[in-house]
């Protein structure tokens, strides 16, 4: 096993922040998540693997979705901790992220490597893919047998909020990754009266934006903003943006999409109808951010789900449940 390297792997990555290669992120909200995700690779939650005993895989591969970069830190750290070799597949379009990880992890001796060509993913013991879903699938399709897998794709992410003070933590919620992973919270629920409630969130998502600017937007992705735009003004008559983010106020169930730094803000008078509203989709639901007092209350109705507090949705720890996976477990045999 490797933990030692793991750890002086996560402490060079540290080192060498400055140096973090440009993706679609704003460098300061990029530099954010990868800090996030060294954090979860604290001394204690790799004592707590390294005491573990596991049957390896010899080889995996990582297959990286464009939305969320840092995302294959945690994967490739565990599998390298337990002796892996590990390969990463960035999309074409921001492959230099996983390039910067590789070169740090050969200044330390961990066998982490990239590489494109799709072909190649036959030769790995564990091939674990993110997308969409159409994407996991069509990965799979001609993996051969021998070959173990794990796709994770479309997931989306829900937040109560009934307490003003909840606003401003939600706000860096959604600017971290530029609300485009599965813990982002791409649909809030909340007892107050939408129009204000809209209002707070919108002020909550410029001030963040100071120390975390929102980064590029995709033609297609600002279409869909625009879309729904319309729809909001369309339906309720709330459609706020500014040049840091929009929220829209609209009518359940209308959109779940997350979109860049845009959230969808729907009106329930209780925790009873949100549940009611949610449970339909509950397959797709990766993590709820709601006040330590409701927690109960949501980890009876969606048991497979991450429950935390708003301002924790994107800073999970490394032991916990990942899209209703006990994630860890399927690092090894």
């Known amino acids: 096993m490797s933990w030692r390297q793991v750890r002086a792997w996560r402490d060079t990555l540290r080192h060498q922040l400055d140096a973090l290669p440009r993706t679609m992120l704003h460098p300061k909200t990029l530099r954010a998540g990868v800090e996030i995700s060294l954090d979860a690779l604290s001394d204690a939650a790799l004592d707590n693997l390294d005491g573990r005993r596991v049957r390896p895989y010899e080889s995996a591969t990582l297959v990286l979705a464009r939305t969320v970069p840092t995302a294959s830190i945690e994967w490739a750290a565990v599998l390298l901790g337990w002796g892996t070799r590990v390969t990463m597949k960035p999309p074409s379009t921001t492959p230099h992220l ?9 200044q330390v001796g961990l066998p982490l490597s990239v590489n494109s060509d799709r072909g190649a993913l036959a030769q790995s013991s564990v091939v674990i893919a993110m997308g969409r879903d ?9 993996l051969p047998t021998t070959t173990s897998y794990l796709g994770l794709g479309d997931r989306f992410s829900a ?57 590029e937007l995709q033609p297609f992705e600002g279409a869909a903003i625009r879309s729904r735009r319309q ?99 399927h690092t090894h045999r």
């Open 98 to 106: 996983a390039h910067w990880l590789v070169e740090a992890a050969e």
């Open 134 to 142: 159409d994407t996991v699938r069509q990965i799979e399709a001609p």
């Open 159 to 215: 937040a109560w909020v009934e307490h003003p003070d909840q606003w401003k933590l939600l706000a860096e919620d959604i600017a971290l990754h530029d609300s485009r992973g599965c813990m982002s919270p791409s649909v809030v629920f909340t007892p107050l009266p939408l129009k204000d409630a809209c209002q707070t969130l919108q002020t909550a998502l410029d001030g963040v934006a100071v120390r975390w600017p929102k980064g």
């Open 231 to 329: 729809l909001a003004s369309a339906t309720t008559g709330v459609a706020l943006r500014s040049d840091f983010g929009e929220v829209h106020g609209l009518v359940w169930p209308q959109s779940r999409a997350s979109l860049p730094r845009c959230v969808a803000v729907f009106h329930a008078a209780s925790t009873e109808e949100m549940a009611r509203h949610v449970r339909p989709f509950e397959a797709q639901l990766s993590t709820l951010g709601v006040p330590s007092h409701r927690q109960p209350f949501f980890r009876d109705a969606f048991d497979s789900a991450r429950v935390c507090e708003t301002g924790e949705m994107q800073r999970p720890p490394l032991h916990r449940m990942h899209d209703g996976l006990d994630w860890i477990a």
